[in-house]
Structure formats: C-alpha cells, structure tokens
C-alpha cells in the first residue's frame, strides 16, 4: 500500500515506539519536522524538556509553512495532543493536502525496554501515561477526519510496511467546493421537523451528511421547545438545538451549523454566548446564531419561562446581541453596553472566529433597526414584494444608525414544495396543503420542479441582494428527499 504523497503525515505513538525510525526509513529529513530535533535546536539537547515550549512554537510554525506550501510533512511527536492533531488535519484541509494519521501500536514491553535503553529514558510514569493514552487513541482517530490511517506494529524495521494495516476512507479527494451557486447565494438548509422514527441521532447524521455531500452551505434548527403549529403537532419531537447541532458537529462535514432562530426570551443571553462559543470552537469555527425577540407564547407558559411583553422582548434581543458580543470578544474585562452591564467578561472557550449573528424578524420599528444596529444579517420573508419593502425599511434604519448597509446581510427564508416535475410538484401540494386551498398553498411555497426556484434564487440575489437562503422543505421526510433539491445548490 503506498501512502498519498504529498501528504501530511501524523505519527502517533509512544516514546520508543519507532516514529523517528519508521520516518527515516520513509522520508528525507527535511520532511521530517520533530519535536525532539527542535528541543536540540532551541535548548540543551533533544530530550531538554525545559525547551518544549519553544521547540513546539517552531514546530506548529514549520508545519503551517511547509503544509501551506503543499509540501510533504511528517510531524514527528507523540502525536497524543487531540487539539494538535486536529489543527493540523485543518490545515491540510485548507492545503488541500491528503492528511494521514500514523499509529506505532508497538507492544508496551518494546517501548519500555527501548526506553530503559536510552541515554536520557523519559520517567517510567510518563511513559506509562503514553501507553495508556494509546490504548484508546485508534477509536479518537477514527472520528477525526483522516483521510487515511495506518497502524504498524513496528516489531521489527525491516518489512514493517507488509505488517502495516490501513484502513481507507472514501473521499480522499479535499472538498474545496465554493458552497454558493452560481448567482452567489449560499444555501443552508432549514430543518424544522423531525420525522426520526426510531433513531433520532441515526435521523440527523444522515440528513447532515447527505447536504454536506450535496454541496449545502450549512444546517440550520428552529428553537422551540414545542413545536410550532405551522410546521406539526405539539407532540411531534423537536429537539433542544445546541445539543443537536453538538451531534452534527461532530462529523466530518463543512457545514454551517446554527440556529433559526433562537428567541432571546428562552435563555439569558449569556448562557446563549456560551453555547455557540462552545459550538463554534466544536465545529471548528462554522457556528453561526439567529436571534429573535420570541413569540410563541404557549411554549413559555409550559416551560415555565417568563414572556414579558413585545416592548421587554425587543429590549431582551437588543441587549442580548450586545451581551453576546461582549462576550466573545478578547479579554475579561468590564462591559457596560447601553442597557445592561457585566461586571467580567470571562468566557472560555472563545469562539474560533467572529460568529454571525442573524437578527430573524421583520418589525419594521424596532426589530429592523436592531437588526441595522447590531447584526450581521437581517433575515426576512422570501416573497419578493415583502422582501423588497423590508430591505428598504431596512436600510433606512442603516443610514439613520450609520451603518454601511453592505455590513448587514440579507437572508430569507424559504418553503419551497419541489417536485421532480410538474406532476409532481402539485402532487405535493395535495398532500401538503392541509385546510389551504390549493392555488394559495402552491403560490406562497412556489410549487415547481426545481429549475424553477433555482431562477428564483438568482432573482433574490440579482434584485434583492440576497446573500443565504435557508430553505425549509415542508416535506422533508428522510436524507432521500435532498436530492431533489440539488438542482438548486448548482
Ligand atoms: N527500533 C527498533 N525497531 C524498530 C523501530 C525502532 O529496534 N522497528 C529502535 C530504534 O533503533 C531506537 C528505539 O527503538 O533505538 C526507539 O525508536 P525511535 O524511532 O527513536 O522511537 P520514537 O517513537 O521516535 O521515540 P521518541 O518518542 O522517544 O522519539
Ligand atoms: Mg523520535
């Protein structure tokens, strides 16, 4: 089996184990980045523990300059640092670069005796931390998101590669897809129901998986602790959002994961800070919020969750995204906004990198303007006469705030019944429209196979500036139905 070359290469494995030897029977030296060679460089000697520091700073810079130039890298440490490996695969990502994770799962008794061998042995306790540690780091490995990962036993240095077991994932190929169609709208995918049967997390993954793989920006989750009566039943299932998108963060996609939209009346802002820095940092930076003031009043009664008033509500969403930015920002110090007041900011982890925040709601007096003020998207209502009034509203507050209104993104919603044909697309509607008449349901969902709302996604972003659709498919029933939709992504 030969390796992807160029690659990135990760060598996992205890001390004594055979990295630097399986390296050096493979790759030039120059290829090679250790970290004991570093702490040669920078300090005593290779095993000078007190250099780690400065060896390990050079070392992530060596690896980011080699990888960025798409040249081969071996990255030759114990490769146990879960948050290392992971920032290198990312890098190799953004290279481009096939990243391959190698494991010298040599006998134990090996590892210390060769240890006990050395000049300079690493302490017995450390070492019996590595082996322990290498005990479950094939299971770590597994999730991670290599395109590749070897396990060689090392035993012997010649012939090793014949002992070598690889498993190969599919898709070795780095998806670096632009996610925006061809008149530049990026899609994201609603989802608001969730029909999953007996195995929820089974249900989501491969919803996730399946938009991931055909070219969807991101996933977005309605947050509602009971469902709303325009999508289904009060006793369909409808689960809490960043627990969800915890789940979908965990896979190997690119997807945007966030909420549409989270109503500031359910959790003080801060614990909502807290949940998408969290997210953010899980999903390596794709997180995004929407944010609205909160309507549904029946899920607050029943949760026991206070819903004041519209005027309270609104100040809850502004004082909430200000709240929320504190947060996230650098530092801990004190934060006095124009309402409320932290006596720290002291929230970590951070996110990644600046999280968009999407104020949901059309309003013109109040929401609208927060939306200019403080978002970075306004998200408003897909039809097209609707859609052109609000932005003006929109970005009259922009100029009355000061705001560049290019800073503040226009997103939609949308429902489209897409069928495969015509046929199709109406059938739909019959099964859909519940008590609506059937032309009106039709016209407000935009009942057509999908050419057709492609052209109208052009349109939205042509005319209205659009720059996200986050489309909903009232009929989304399992990972088959994306599809159909495709078309649309193109
Ligand atoms: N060795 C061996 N047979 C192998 C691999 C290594 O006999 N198949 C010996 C090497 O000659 C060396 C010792 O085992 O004396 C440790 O190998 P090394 O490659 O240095 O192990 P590393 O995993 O690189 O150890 P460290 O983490 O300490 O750098
Ligand atoms: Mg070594």
């Known amino acids: 089996m030969r390796l992807p070359d160029p690659a990135l290469v990760v060598l996992v494995g205890a001390s004594g184990s055979g990295k630097s030897t399986w390296a050096a029977e493979r790759y030039r030296p120059q290829e090679v980045v250790s970290s004991d060679a570093l702490r040669g460089v920078v300090g005593s000697g290779n095993h000078d523990l007190d250099a780690s520091v400065d060896a390990f700073a050079i070392l992530e810079q060596v690896v980011a300059a080699r990888v960025g130039r798409g040249l081969c890298t071996v990255v030759d440490t114990l490769g146990l640092d879960a948050g290392r490996r992971t920032s290198w695969l990312a890098l190799a990502r953004q290279a481009g670069l096939p990243a391959v994770a190698v494991v010298l799962a040599t006998p134990e008794a090996d590892c210390r005796r060769r240890n006990a061998a050395r000049d300079v042995p690493v302490p017995a306790p450390a070492l019996a931390g590595q082996l322990r540690r290498m005990r479950t780091v094939a299971e770590e490995l597994a999730t991670e998101g290599w395109e590749v990962v070897v396990t060689t036993e090392g035993a012997a240095s010649q012939g090793a590669a014949a002992e070598e077991q690889v498993v190969a994932r599919p898709a070795p190929v780095a998806d670096t897809r632009d996610r925006r169609t061809s008149a530049g709208v990026e899609v994201v995918l609603q989802v608001s129901r969730f029909p999953w049967g007996e195995d929820p997390a089974g249900w989501l993954t491969g919803i996730a998986l399946e938009a991931d793989r055909l070219g969807f920006a991101g996933i977005a989750l309605m947050d509602h602790l009971v469902q709303i ?125 600046p999280v968009p925040v999407i104020v949901g709601g059309s309003g013109e007096r109040r929401t609208l303007r927060i939306a200019a003020r403080l978002g970075d998207a306004c998200n408003l209502p897909s039809d097209p006469a609707v859609l052109a009034a609000k932005t003006a509203v929109l970005h009259a507050h922009c100029s009355d705030v000061g705001r560049d209104p290019a800073e503040v993104a226009v997103t939609v919603l949308d429902l489209p019944v897409v069928g495969h044909d015509r046929g199709d697309a109406w059938r739909r509607v019959e099964r859909l429209r519940g008590r609506t008449a059937a032309a009106s349901y039709a016209a407000r969902h935009h009942a057509a196979p999908a050419p057709a709302h492609a052209e109208r996604y052009a349109a939205l972003a042509e005319q209205h500036g659009v720059s996200t659709v986050f489309l909903g498919l009232p009929d989304l029933d399992s990972a088959d139905d994306l599809e159909r939709v495709a078309p649309l992504l193109a």
């Open 229 to 353: 009566p325009q999508v289904g039943r009060a006793w369909e299932p409808i689960p809490e959002p960043y627990v969800t998108l915890g789940l979908l963060a965990g896979l190997d996609t690119r997807l945007r994961l966030g909420t549409l939209v989270t109503p500031m009346t359910l959790r003080p802002a801060g614990v909502v800070a807290k949940a998408v820095a969290t997210l953010d940092a899980l999903s390596g930076g794709r997180a995004f919020v929407g944010v609205g003031a909160g309507w549904w009043e029946r899920e607050h009664a029943g949760f026991g969750v206070p819903f004041p008033g519209a005027r309270e509500r609104l100040d809850l969403l502004e004082d909430g995204i200000e709240t929320m930015r504190a947060l996230w920002s650098p530092g801990t110090k004190a934060w006095h906004g124009t309402r409320a007041a932290l006596p720290e900011t002291t929230c970590y982890p951070r996110p990644v990198g």
